[in-house]
């Protein structure tokens, strides 16, 4: 009978720490985390799972890596990479400043040289995953309205064309492959995401938009921040459609609506918008920052 206790006990004992230590392991070792790797060019791929759509230049230098996903998502962001090449990350560029797009600076070596317009700079500065020692994941090579970084087919330019998502949104053009990373700029066809606590505007979103849709050529492939690939039709129809949301909360609000007057009342235009929605969360969410802006007086 003593036998049979202890032998249960040490069953069960044995039971709770493998148990334990399964705990334990699982997040550390990234097992559930999936990275999808499509490739777009011979030398470009897109990273998607675990926040932002990255995208992987290959040059002969080395791997430029657009966005870095959620702060523990390196690991299997580098093991993707390793299945297309051996060199190593020596850039990364930041589209923005928000975690799901620069969790992950902190997993690459220092020596990594990373680039962001200068206002998501500033904006990071701000971001408890940035200080401390973690200063050295902050971008050190800025720009403000235009960068070119290599030559030849490894050139890349970097544009900005004012506020939207944040007030640092880079545009990432790929000129030999004639592919644009939009970051947060393009993503769901819905009113836009903007955020008003990293300057975002969503006064601005629909004129910074048409700006990009008309200062950018030779663009056939478009890598959104989040969601499938799209096209400069679809930047284009999506300056549209945030015009028309734009105009209609500033009218609602120029005649004296609510906030949720005007939510309640805007519809996705008919007829033009077919692949369009307005979930009510995200609309009240746009229209609220809208509101902001017309109420401190600022914008265009
Ligand atoms: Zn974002």
Redesign the pocket.
């Known amino acids: 009978m003593n036998r049979a206790w202890v032998l249960s006990t040490l069953v069960a004992a044995g039971a709770v720490s493998m148990a334990a230590a399964g705990l334990q392991q699982a997040p550390a070792s990234g097992a559930a985390k999936v990275v999808e790797i499509q490739k777009l060019k011979d030398n470009l791929y897109v990273l998607t799972g675990g926040g932002?759509n990255s995208a992987v230049f290959v040059t002969d230098l080395g791997v430029v890596l657009v966005d870095t996903k959620l702060a523990g998502w390196g690991q299997p962001v580098l093991d993707k990479i390793k299945t297309v090449t051996k060199l190593p990350v020596t850039t990364i560029i930041n589209?923005?400043?928000?975690g799901?797009?620069t969790g992950s600076n902190e997993f690459f070596p220092t020596s990594v040289e990373i680039v962001a317009q200068q206002n998501t700079r500033l904006n990071m500065d701000r971001m408890e995953a940035f200080k401390g020692l973690k200063v050295n994941f902050l971008p050190k090579l800025m720009f403000k309205d235009r960068m070119t970084l290599g030559s030849g087919k490894d050139r890349i330019d970097l544009y900005y064309y004012g506020a939207g998502?944040?007030n640092g949104d880079a545009w990432i053009v790929f000129p030999a492959l004639r592919v644009l990373h939009a970051?947060?700029m393009l993503g769901a066809r819905q009113p836009p995401?903007v955020?008003p606590d990293n300057g975002g505007s969503g006064l601005a979103y629909p004129d910074t938009l048409a700006k990009a849709a008309a200062s950018l050529k030779n663009i056939d492939t478009i890598i959104p921040?989040h969601g499938p690939l799209m096209t400069m039709r679809d930047l284009e129809e999506y300056a549209q459609f945030s015009r028309e949301f734009r105009n209609g909360v500033v009218s609602g609000f120029n005649h004296g609506l609510s906030l949720g007057e005007v939510v309640e009342s805007w519809k996705v235009p008919a007829g033009k918008y077919s692949a369009y929605t307005a979930p009510p969360e995200r609309t009240t969410a746009s229209a609220r920052a809208i509101f902001g802006e017309l109420t401190r007086g600022i914008g265009p």
Do not use: N, P, R, W
């Not at 589209?95 to 928000?98: E, I, K, M, V, Y």
């Open positions: 932002g589209t923005h400043a928000h799901d797009h998502h944040t970051g947060d995401a955020d921040g």
